[in-house]
Antibody, heavy 122, light 107 residues
């Protein structure tokens, strides 16, 4: 059964870099042809797609965040990661990792992690 | 950038049908999914590829998508359906976009 688990610091200072990791069990990131995504939700607000990767080689980002965001993968640990640089209080959110439901397309996400709250504050 | 518009809130009486709309330019040309999110929980997929239901989702959840509007319909709404609902669109150019969400109240 596929499971995703986010991890990382819960508190980040303004102007610093937010770093999170999604650990995957029940599927192999390196061999699967699925889209693996990061999505966030500020407190009391809606969902926002951050970006996703496909086949550990292709990376796509929300245009509104692209200049500050990087997704990377560690196939040896079956993990993928998110970095958001130069954070502000507006980056305070619950961050989710998720996997798409069908091969080769990024159209729907049945599998989500539990989410991790990251607060940006000095 | 591509935008999806949902009504912020909707109220329905138990047993009635609830229709939540999601509007966007030529939305009917894109795949639409719907997610239910209860407080403090991760989103749950309830409809995908416009009209399909994942296994385990009750038949009272259904979807449609045509023109500029997609609709999630909950027939015979129950108290446990009270939650936030998000539409999400995908195609190869916009990638993934979420609507602002609709809070469904069952009273």
């Amino acid at each position: 059964q596929l499971q995703l688990q986010e991890s990382g610091p819960g508190l980040v200072k303004p102007s610093e870099t937010l770093s999170l990791t999604c650990s995957v069990s029940g599927d192999s990131i390196s061999t699967s042809s699925y889209y693996w995504a990061w999505i966030r939700q500020p407190p009391g607000k809606g969902l926002e797609w951050i970006g996703f990767m496909y086949s550990s080689e292709s990376f796509y980002y929300n245009p509104s965040l692209e200049s500050r965001v990087t997704i990377s993968v560690d196939t040896s640990k079956n993990q993928f990661s998110l970095k958001v640089k130069s954070v502000t209080v507006a980056d305070t959110a619950v961050y989710y990792c998720a996997r798409c439901g069908r091969h080769n397309f990024g159209d729907f996400y049945p599998f989500w992690g539990q989410g991790t709250l990251v607060t940006v504050s000095s | 950038s591509y935008n999806l518009t949902q009504p912020p809130s909707l109220s329905v009486s138990p047993g009635q049908s609830a229709s939540i709309t999601c509007s966007g330019s030529k939305l009917g040309d894109k795949f639409v999914s719907w997610y239910q999110q209860r407080p403090g929980q991760s989103p749950v997929l309830v409809v995908y590829q416009d009209t399909k239901r994942p296994s385990g989702i009750p038949e009272r959840f259904s979807g449609s998508n045509s023109g500029n509007t997609a609709t999630l319909t909950i027939s015979g709404t129950q108290a446990l359906d009270e939650a936030d609902y998000y539409c999400q669109a995908w195609d190869s150019s916009i990638h993934v976009v979420f609507g602002g969400g609709t809070r469904l109240t069952v009273l």
